[in-house]
Structure formats: C-alpha cells, structure tokens
C-alpha cells in the first residue's frame, strides 16, 4: 500500500517537473509557410492592381450607332475603347478609333478605321484608295469607293490629321465629307479594342 502511494506521487511529481521544464526547445518558425503567405498577398496585390488598370484602360464604353464599320462592327454593338493606348503612342494606319467628329462635344462619338496619318498624300481614284502614290492594302474585303468625297484630288495631311473611313465605304459619313473631315489627336477618344459583351 505504501508502494502504491510512493509510486503515485513520484509520478505526480515527474508531471509536475515536466510542466515545469524550462529546458524545452522553442517550435521553429516555419518559414516556408511564411514565405507562401506572402506571395499569396503579394500575387492578389498584383491582380487587383491589372483589374484596376483594366478598368482604367478599358472602361470606356461606346455604340456604334450605324452601319458604317459593318461588317466589322454592326449597329448597335457595344464596343470597349482603350483610352489610355494614344497618351504613349500615336494612331497607326489601320487601327480603329472612336472619336468626336469636328470637336462636337454635343455629338455621339463616332467609330471609323484609320487610313493615312500625318505626312502622308492620300487620293481615291477608280474606286481604289492610294496613300504616297501605292495602292492600299486592305486587310478585309470592302467595296470599290463610289464617292471619293474630298480625296478625288491628292491631299497631304499636315501635323496632327488623320483620314479616317468606314468599313463600309458606301454607307459612311467619313472623313471624304466636310461633315467629319480629318480628325485630330484632341478628338480621339481611343483605340476601339473590341465588343462587349465577346462575341
């Protein structure tokens, strides 16, 4: 019975002295765990910073509100304009822009393709558009010009002109009219990037 006793609280005892042991190891910081929670904060910093810039970039909503650019954009369609792409760049030949005709800041923006830049010489003749004396080469099928508008005798766009026509020739109000004439970087908008919702 005295065994039994002793036994017992020797074994409270060493409990005791095990609660007490100052000499335990600390547990190690574990660092790969650390460094995957900060590149998981760092990769959701990143993508809320490119959604932000998207937004910014790509916010600008526009109509197309005839059927001057079919078949590339049709009436009605909704299209995202990229407003920041000329702050760093200039328009190019072939890119499709939105843009206030004459400076109207009463009018609705209008969509039409760029097709001679600054510097260059553009005509139309024979139904065929000719930029620096060379016929252009159209990346889409359209039809022979019926009407070249002002570009029936060769005009030489100063600093800060572009000429600008629907993809539809026959079915635009463009920059061959007096009513739209060439467009300058003040009035663009942007660069039309696509419809929206996708098609």
């Given at each position: 019975?005295?065994?039994?006793i002793?036994n017992f ?7 005791r002295?095990?609660?007490?042991n100052f000499?335990?190891?600390r ?8 460094q ?6 760092l ?9 932000f ?6 916010g600008k909503q526009v ?11 049709e009436?009605?369609?909704?299209l995202?304009?990229?407003t ?5 760049s200039e ?11 004459k400076?109207?800041?009463n009018?609705s923006?209008s969509?039409?393709?760029?097709i001679?830049?600054?510097g260059?010489?553009?005509y139309?003749?024979?139904?065929r ?6 016929i ?11 009407n070249?508008g002002?570009a029936?005798?060769?005009?030489t766009?100063l ?5 600008v ?6 079915s ?7 009513s ?11 660069r ?6 996708f098609?």
């Amino acid at each position: 019975m005295f065994t039994s006793i002793s036994n017992f609280y020797s074994s409270l005892f060493r409990r005791r002295s095990n609660g007490l042991n100052f000499n335990r190891r600390r547990r190690k910081i574990n660092f790969d765990k650390v460094q995957y929670v900060l590149i998981f904060a760092l990769e959701i910093a990143v993508v809320i910073a490119v959604a932000f810039g998207v937004v910014l970039a790509f916010g600008k909503q526009v109509e197309c509100s005839n059927a001057s650019m079919e078949p590339t954009y049709e009436t009605s369609d909704i299209l995202l304009v990229n407003t920041i792409a000329y702050k760093f760049s200039e328009p190019k030949t072939g890119e499709v822009i939105a843009f206030k005709p004459k400076s109207n800041v009463n009018a609705s923006y209008s969509v039409k393709r760029v097709i001679a830049v600054p510097g260059d010489t553009i005509y139309i003749n024979n139904g065929r558009i000719y930029i620096n004396d060379e016929i252009y080469k159209e990346n889409l099928e359209v039809e022979r010009i019926e009407n070249p508008g002002i570009a029936a005798s060769p005009i030489t766009l100063l600093e800060d002109q572009y000429f600008v026509l629907g993809d539809n020739r026959n079915s635009s109000e463009d920059s061959r009219y007096e009513s739209v004439g060439f467009v300058s970087n003040e009035d663009i908008l942007g660069r039309v990037w696509m419809t929206y919702p996708f098609k």
